[in-house]
């Protein structure tokens, strides 16, 4: 099946810096990547959709100067998170749709932030 | 209304119980419906995609009523390894990502 990494896997900052957290898919091109965010004991929740070589679209309520999405090819999107504070400690996970127009989603192992 | 909405769980069951997991969605235009089990600290994984005419992969049966809006997933036979949260999820309005619901956690104990 369709394998999609994610790095770091964890990671812990010091309040005030920016991290950056990179999804790949590992071995099918993906158009289109998405990102989200999980607190403990809550469900995952879409930040944002990304698209090969275009802007992120955003949810509501997600800020995109805060969150920056890049993804410059078809098989690498990246999160910068700016200015981390501990609020934004959270499970990042990707996930990645293999063509356009397909539903399924394949979610990489997730990124462990804490934030000092 | 939110738009996925499942069981508050946990369900604490010992092994060989049958089980079920209820879920709504609030998107009458939905199409697309998947139970995903999810590990703790893990990444959530799909577990069956739910069909109209619902699908049955092994133990695992999943349901989909269109009128009522409500997608069930029934587990038999349960074993120690099915202790995980299950997630109900649905396309969301626009038809571009998916919307998960927040989880029902299923204990199997020996």
């Known amino acids: 099946g369709a394998v999609v990494s994610q790095h770091p896997s964890w990671v812990i900052c010091k309040s005030g810096t920016s991290v950056k957290i990179e999804c790949r898919s590992l071995?099918?091109?993906?158009?289109?990547m998405f990102w989200y965010r999980q607190f403990p004991k809550q469900s995952l929740m879409l930040m944002a959709t990304s698209n090969e070589g275009s802007k992120a679209t955003y949810e509501q309520g997600v800020e995109k100067d805060k969150f920056l999405i890049n993804h410059a090819s078809l098989t690498l999107s990246t999160l910068t998170v700016t200015s981390a504070h501990p609020e934004d400690s959270s499970f990042y996970i990707c996930?990645?749709?293999?063509?356009?127009?397909?539903?399924?989603?394949?979610f990489g192992p997730g990124t462990r932030l804490t934030v000092l | 209304r939110k738009e996925v909405e499942q069981d508050p769980g946990p369900f604490n069951v010992p092994e060989g119980a049958t089980v079920a997991f209820n879920c709504t969605y609030s998107n009458s235009a939905s199409q697309s419906f998947f139970w995903y089990r999810q590990d703790c600290r893990k990444e959530p994984k799909l577990l069956m995609s739910?069909?109209?005419s619902g699908n049955e992969d092994g133990r695992f049966t999943a349901q989909l009523n269109r009128a009522s809006q409500y997608i069930s997933l029934l587990i038999r036979d349960s074993k120690l390894s099915d202790s995980a949260t299950y997630l109900c999820?649905?396309?969301?309005?626009?038809?571009?990502?998916?919307?998960f619901g927040k989880g029902t956690t299923l204990s199997v104990s020996s």
């Open positions: 996930s990645a749709r293999e063509r356009e127009g397909g539903s399924e989603q394949f």
């Open positions: 999820v649905v396309f969301n309005q626009a038809g571009t990502a998916l919307i």
């Open positions: 071995d099918f091109q993906a158009t289109t």
């Open positions: 739910v069909y109209s």
